[in-house]
C-alpha cells in the first residue's frame, strides 16, 4: 500500500522490480482489477492521491467522481472494496510493529541485513494471524505509533520554544543592567528591547 506518490516516484524502478510476478508466482491465483493490462505484475492499493498511476503501473486507485457530477453504484462499491481492503493492510502493519520492535523503531543495525530481518518478521507475523486472525485493534496499534512520533516532534519542539525563551530573558536582564532605570525600558518575548518616551538622547 503507498501513501505518497512523490516518494513512489522517486522509487518507481525498485516498485516495478517487486511486483513482478516470479516463474513460479505465475500459475498462483490472481483475481485482481487489470489483470489483461498487466498479467504479469501482481497489484498495488493506493489512495486518491494516486490517481493517473494506473497508467503506467497495476495501481488500484478510488475512482473519482467527476467534475459536476456524481459516482455510479458501482463506483462506491468498487471504492468500498478498496478501502475495505485498505483496512486490512492498516491492520496488518498494526500487528507486525506490536510483535516485532526492529520494525516499529529506527533501523540502525546493517544495512545489508534488514531484508532477511523484515522477511522473517513478516513470515511469523503470518503464521502469527493464523492462530490470531486480524482485527480492529491492530490498527489502532498502528495509529499509537504513528501519533507516537508526532508527540515526540511536538515535545522536541516544545523543549526548543522553552530554552529559546529562557535565552532572551537572560538576554535582556544583561541588557537591563546598561539602562540607568529599568522605568525607560520596555521588553516583550520577540524583540531586545524599545525606548519609550525617553528625552535624554540616549536612544537617538
Not at 511486483?19 to 508466482?25: F, G, L
Not at 485482481?32 to 501482481?42: I, K, R, S, T, V
Amino acid at each position: 500500500m503507498v501513501a505518497n506518490i512523490s516518494i513512489f516516484e522517486a522509487n518507481e524502478a525498485f516498485h516495478a522490480d517487486k511486483m513482478r510476478k516470479t516463474d513460479a508466482e505465475r500459475d498462483m491465483p490472481d483475481a485482481g482489477p487489470m489483470l489483461d493490462e498487466y498479467p504479469n505484475d501482481w497489484a498495488i492499493l493506493a489512495d486518491k492521491g494516486h490517481q493517473g498511476l494506473h497508467r503506467r503501473m497495476r495501481a488500484i486507485t478510488p475512482a473519482k467522481r467527476p467534475a459536476g457530477g456524481l459516482l455510479t453504484m458501482s463506483d462506491m462499491e468498487y471504492n468500498n472494496n478498496i478501502a475495505t481492503d485498505r483496512v486490512i493492510v492498516e491492520n496488518y502493519f498494526g500487528r507486525l510493529k506490536t510483535l516485532w520492535a526492529i520494525v516499529n523503531e529506527s533501523y540502525t543495525w546493517k544495512q545489508e541485513n534488514y531484508d532477511l530481518y523484515l522477511q522473517t518478521c513478516v513470515a511469523l507475523t503470518n503464521c502469527h494471524i493464523r492462530f490470531s486472525p486480524l482485527r480492529v485493534d491492530d490498527s489502532h496499534e498502528r495509529n499509537r505509533y504513528l501519533n507516537a512520533l508526532m508527540s515526540s516532534s511536538e515535545k522536541k519542539e516544545a523543549k526548543r520554544a522553552v530554552a529559546v525563551k529562557k535565552h532572551r530573558e537572560k538576554r535582556k536582564l544583561r541588557l537591563g543592567t546598561f539602562l540607568p532605570s529599568g522605568e525607560n525600558a520596555y521588553f516583550d518575548s520577540d524583540t531586545e528591547f524599545y525606548p519609550i518616551g525617553d528625552d535624554s538622547g540616549i536612544f537617538e
